[in-house]
């Protein structure tokens, strides 16, 4: 069992930034994407943004050109830079990886614990 830790959440004001950090306990095996959702009072979980297996990165249309994901594979870690932080960016944020435990097997999901952000001015 692998587990994912997230780190860097907090406090911050509209328009400020910060940065999440996901470190995985051990090597993933055909990952299909990892990356970032996050989940807001009331709300289903989203998609913010992942890596997929080819390396393209994809956004939610809300966080374009704002945040950034990022992988270090000799890490084992991935990061999502948050710019230009807004109100509705307040949710709690989980690190995912989707992936197959071999070319025969469903996909499974591990999840970290979360982590808050919250924007608040």
């Known amino acids: 069992q692998v587990e994912l830790v997230e780190s860097g959440g907090g406090l911050v004001q509209p328009g400020g930034s910060m940065r999440l950090s996901c470190a995985s306990s051990?090597?993933?095996?055909?990952?299909?994407?990892i990356g970032w959702y996050r989940q807001a009072p009331g709300k289903e979980r989203e998609l913010v943004a992942v890596?997929?297996?080819?390396?393209?990165?994809n956004y939610a249309d809300s966080v374009k050109g704002r945040f950034t994901i990022s992988r270090d594979n000799a890490k084992k870690t991935i990061s999502l830079q948050m710019n230009s932080l807004k109100l509705e960016d307040t949710a709690v944020y989980y690190c995912n990886a989707n992936f197959r435990r071999n070319v025969l097997s469903s996909n499974m999901d591990y999840w970290g614990q979360g982590t808050q952000v919250t924007v608040l001015s």
């Open positions: 890596i997929t297996s080819h390396l393209d990165t």
């Open positions: 051990g090597v993933i095996p055909n990952i299909n994407t």
